[in-house]
């Protein structure tokens, strides 16, 4: 994995955690920065791993010297962490799929700059975290994983960018494991269950693609469209709590998981274990 960002890199911070040289997952092997003083930088390289400045000199030139060094990296997923510079069409078109980014707020609302801001002038109750794929738009690409927190009395855009911070902290390692295990990744364009997804709103269709991807690693495919429609048996019920777990720990879901047949309940158990532990 490459890591592209501008700043501090207290994400990157989270991501060198998880998934350090040597990690049988998947490992940050490469970070990137159109900022050579950006201290993201300071941080890959205390942790041995490569860390590499290529200022600013236009979206063209930039993309072309990070396309190279993806390439001879032999880089299989690229990772936006606090990268303030837009992707050209071409260059997300080419990683779209294997490209995330993580934007502090509950996409779809709230895209783009100064969102604690306007998050707290709008009076909302809650803001939170998204992890998606990016797309050509601006934070317009497919959900995989989001995180909620509250906002209280009294909060300045600086406490909740405090608050939000420690959420993606946690968050962006789990989406990446997901898309690592094969369990989050765009919505398919093509066949039987396109159209189901392409009627689900933004914040609905990551959980159905969770969904979806486990019965197809369990080797239940064919009964994802049932499923879709509260038809899919225990096996569907088992997907779809386990596609709820995997996004945010919840006492009565995992009480529910002890009703389900034994055959089920041990696969929903075991890719529960898989994501939430480290190898």
Known sequence: MAVLASGRGTNLEAL?????PGNPWGEVVLVLSDNPEAYALRRAGSRGVEALAIPWRGRRAFE?????????????LVLLAGFMRLLSPGFVE????????????????YPGLNVHRRVLMAGEKETGST????????????????????ILPGDTPEALERRVLFLEHRLYPQAVRLVLLGLAF??????????????????????????????????????ALGAFQGQGGEWGRGAFLAAHLLAEEHPALRRELATLPEEVRLRVEKTLARVESSP
Request: glycine share 8%.
């Open 186 to 223: 765009p919505p398919p364009e093509e066949g039987e269950l396109a159209p189901w997804f392409r009627a689900l709103s933004p914040r609905q269709r990551p959980l159905y693609l969770r969904a979806y991807a486990l019965l197809k690693a369990w080797g239940q495919e064919a009964m």
């Open 16 to 20: 060198l955690e998880a998934f350090p």
């Open 64 to 76: 072309g010297e990070a396309l190279a060094l993806l390439q001879a990296r032999r880089i299989d």
């Open 131 to 150: 992890v998606h794929f990016v797309d050509q738009g601006m934070d317009t690409g497919p959900i995989v994983l989001q995180g909620r927190v509250p």
């Open 94 to 109: 080419a990683w779209y799929g294997r490209l995330l980014n993580i934007h502090p707020s509950l996409l779809p609302d």
